[in-house]
T-cell receptor, first 112, second 114 residues
Framework: EAGVAQSPRYKIIEKRQSVAFWCNPI?????LYWYQQILGQGPKLLIQ????????DSQLPKDRFSAERLKGVDSTLKIQPAKLEDSAVYLC??????????FGPGTRLTVT | QQQVKQSPQSLIVQKGGISIINCAYE??????FPWYQQFPGKGPALLIA?????SEKKEGRFTISFNKSAKQFSLHIMDSQPGDSATYFC?????????????FGKGTLLTVNP
């Protein structure tokens, strides 16, 4: 079974630029999550999708972050404009109906 | 407000020893407590998980001990091996189905010396 795919793996941008991350979940997984993992901390949930719909985006900084899930499969997370404090690893995870979440390798973002 | 507190931040153990990582939670509504293992450059991977209706769960060399009254749970790694060197995260969640959300601890960097 193929795992969660993410791209790019690394991205370096200057502050105030925009960036987009892509996630392809495990086939058949209805739930998709985006997490932000700052160095030395645990992942923090940004947004949760159930099929096409948003279940929880309470911790998404909506003034600069946006996310969508296309046709209930792939998802993109965008930051516009980026700030220095957005430097982190952005993890995508997917889950079937059960509780277990499967994480992708993440995208390491550096904002200079 | 940090809902899941994890300790220690880092841990060094000799090969063959026992590694113990502790977590405490505040929200009594949490009903699922997983541990994740993360290697550098990789995403977290589920290691073992427990629900509050049992006090202990063992899978191979990994054991979760759960104390509901104290709101604490811990991970024990028996016969620790250099390949176990990684960052370990405890987490907690409440709700089920589409409302399942994880709150993570800050992580413990485990180093197992050969």
């Amino acid at each position: 079974e193929a795992g969660v795919a993410q791209s790019p793996r690394y991205k370096i941008i200057e502050k105030r630029q925009s960036v987009a991350f892509w996630c392809n979940p495990i086939s058949g997984h209805a739930t998709l999550y985006w997490y932000q993992q700052i160095l030395g901390q645990g992942p923090k949930l940004l947004i949760q999708f159930q099929n096409n719909g948003v279940v929880d985006d309470s911790q998404l900084p909506k003034d600069r972050f946006s996310a969508e899930r296309l046709k209930g499969v792939d998802s993109t997370l965008k930051i516009q404009p980026a700030k220095l404090e957005d430097s982190a690893v952005y993890l995508c995870a997917s889950s079937p109906v059960a509780v277990e979440q499967y994480f992708g390798p993440g995208t390491r973002l550096t904002v200079t | 407000q940090q809902q899941v507190k994890q300790s220690p931040q880092s841990l060094i153990v000799q090969k063959g020893g026992i590694s113990i990582i502790n977590c405490a939670y505040e929200n009594t509504a949490f009903d699922y407590f997983p541990w994740y293992q993360q290697f550098p450059g990789k995403g977290p991977a589920l290691l073992i998980a427990i629900r509050p209706d049992v006090s202990e769960k063992k899978e191979g060399r990994f054991t979760i001990s759960f104390n509901k009254s104290a709101k604490q749970f811990s991970l024990h790694i028996m016969d620790s091996q250099p390949g176990d060197s990684a960052t370990y995260f405890c987490a907690a969640s409440r709700g089920g189905g589409s409302n399942y959300k994880l709150t993570f601890g800050k992580g413990t960097l485990l180093t197992v010396n050969p």
